[in-house]
């Protein structure tokens, strides 16, 4: 069964360093999300993505962040200056169509900022 | 705001026991609600929901809505121990892509 795959799945960096998240989304799939998950805390919607551009994003996703499909596979999330408060688990999230009723979540990425 | 408010927070049971959990929620211009498995690490899709009334079934899970009083139970039958998991409901809203999730109800399946 095609999954969402994300790397890595553990990524500890110093405050203030920028860090990558990268996911392959399910190869048919057009419609891409990220989501984080604080610990102990719901999951928190970041930002969806469509045909190259942002098509919706939450209040958590500011000019800190910044997402692209580089070569038509991967889907990144980049955190240029990160804090403590960004240490969180990150999900990519793909859905076939839009409205985001049946996306298919990856393993997440846990970000851990020192 | 909209948001998604899910009971128990924590449930411990023993294996056979039949458990509902239960979600309400407030999204405006509500279009579907959504039960996700959280094992480890990646929610699973369990059920998509959207209209009133009509019951979901996989096996030994189960969900059904209720429109008008704005809420969604998950049941689960004959309870394993490899239904110990968190259990997360979410909302979606038309004209919206993302989903509002609730904290999530944590089952532990004792044998």
């Known amino acids: 069964e095609p999954e969402v795959t994300q790397t890595p799945s553990h990524q500890v960096t110093q405050m203030g360093q920028e860090v990558i998240l990268r996911c392959v989304p399910i190869?048919?799939?057009?419609?891409f999300y990220w989501y984080r998950q604080i610990l102990g805390q719901k999951v928190e919607f970041l930002v969806s993505?469509?045909?190259?551009?942002?098509?919706?994003k939450s209040e958590i996703f500011d000019d800190q962040f910044s997402v692209e499909r580089p070569d038509g596979s991967n889907f990144t999330l980049k955190i240029r200056s990160t804090k403590l408060e960004d240490s969180a688990m990150y999900f990519c999230?793909?859905?076939?169509?839009?409205?985001?009723?049946?996306?298919?979540f990856g393993p997440g990425t846990r970000l851990t900022v020192l | 705001e909209d948001k998604v408010v899910q009971s128990p927070l924590s449930l411990v049971v023993h294996e056979g026991d039949t458990v509902t959990l239960n979600c309400s929620y407030e999204v405006t211009n509500f279009r579907s609600l959504l039960w996700y498995k959280q094992e480890k690490k990646a929610p699973t899709f369990l059920f998509m929901l959207?209209?009133?009334?009509i019951e979901k079934k996989s096996g030994r899970l189960s969900s059904i809505l209720d429109k008008k009083e704005l809420f969604s139970i998950l049941n689960i039958t004959a309870t394993q121990t490899g239904d110990s998991a968190i259990y997360l409901c979410?909302?979606?809203?038309?004209?919206?892509?993302?989903?509002?999730f609730g904290k999530g109800t944590k089952l532990t399946v004792n044998p």
């Open positions: 979410a909302g979606s809203a038309g004209g919206s892509e993302k989903l509002v």
């Open positions: 999230a793909s859905d076939i169509s839009r409205g985001g009723d049946t996306q298919y």
């Open positions: 190869s048919n799939h057009l419609y």
């Open positions: 993505f469509y045909n190259n551009e942002i098509s919706e």
């Open positions: 959207t209209s009133s009334g």
